[in-house]
């Protein structure tokens, strides 16, 4: 197999809080790769550590392959458009302008617009540009659709997929699982400085179940049901309510966050 980035007891410590303990894992050329945890997991750290922007101790990262990088939060001067951030960065990395990626993230769509007037969503997606400007063979994206809304992140998980297609590797930090779920290829658990869990999706919810937690809102009051199957689960609850001939006022399903239960599980407080 081969391999964009392997790491092996990466360890990293800010004064005596050690952050990552010992890390170990590999990163398959072409996959989509998503380092999950709750905040302060480590996962920026570990993303800076493989970019290499953050010095760490002990263990080894080797990077086969030019990376771009979008940073959890960047800024560029306020009176910059984004055609002469596009250049500046072209220039940098003395490469030739990709015009049909920026279109495909509607840089060219902004090109009037100063940067300060820019929306969040529109600095995501310049952001992930200027990454992308130097035909990264490896895309680092720490949190890429953190303050977006439904279409922005649908959009960006397209731009996302599209890479994979061109047969870049991604690696992404991330809270949310069911971005993940729809993302990507494999994923690290990241708490308390250690991998919790690594493999894919199906091999997690194989593992944990599903979680999902269903409200329903009847004439009587509340029904609530955490289940793996929510499709037998559902069918019961409103049988049985029918059967007892209780009206359904309202239905609401929530998915649970996976990495949480995992990590409930992994500490002893789960199941
Ligand atoms: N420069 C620093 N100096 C000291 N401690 C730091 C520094 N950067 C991060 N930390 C600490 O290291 C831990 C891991 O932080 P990190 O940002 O890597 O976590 P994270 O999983 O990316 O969190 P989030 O999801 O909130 O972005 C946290 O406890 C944080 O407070």
């Given at each position: 197999m081969s391999y964009a980035i392997q790491i092996e007891r990466l360890t990293k410590s800010y004064g005596d809080h050690?952050?990552?303990?010992?890390l170990n894992f590999n990163v398959v050329k072409g996959e989509i790769f998503a380092l999950l945890g709750v905040n302060g997991a480590g996962k920026t750290t570990a993303l800076e550590c493989i970019e290499g922007l953050r010095k760490y101790d002990s263990g080894s990262i080797v990077v086969n392959g030019r990376m771009g990088i979008q940073l959890q939060s960047a800024s560029l001067p306020a009176y910059i458009k984004p055609m002469e951030a596009v250049r500046l960065f072209a220039k940098w990395n003395k490469t030739q302008i990709d015009y049909s990626m920026l279109a495909a993230l509607g840089?060219?769509?902004?090109?009037?617009?100063?940067y300060t007037n820019m929306s969040t969503g529109q600095k995501r997606r310049l952001h992930l540009a200027l990454a992308l400007i130097s035909d990264p063979d490896i895309v680092f994206l720490d949190e890429?659709?953190?303050?977006?809304d439904v279409e922005g992140r649908i959009s960006l998980h397209d731009q996302i997929r599209k890479l994979k297609e061109q047969g870049k590797t991604i690696i992404l930090a991330s809270h949310d699982m069911a971005e993940v779920e729809s993302l990507c290829d494999r994923i690290a658990i990241l708490n308390d400085g250690n991998i919790v869990f690594l493999g894919t999706i199906a091999e997690l919810t194989s593992k944990i179940g599903k979680c999902y937690t269903i409200h329903i809102k009847t004439e009587q009051g509340n029904e609530i049901c955490d289940c793996d199957n929510i499709g037998d689960t559902m069918l019961d609850l409103l049988e049985d309510l029918k059967y007892r001939g209780i009206a359904v006022l309202d239905i609401k399903i929530d998915r649970g966050t996976l990495e949480q239960h995992f990590i409930d599980i992994a500490r002893g407080n789960g199941e």
């Open positions: 050690t952050v990552l303990k010992s840089i060219d769509e902004l090109t009037k617009k100063l890429p659709t953190a303050g977006l």
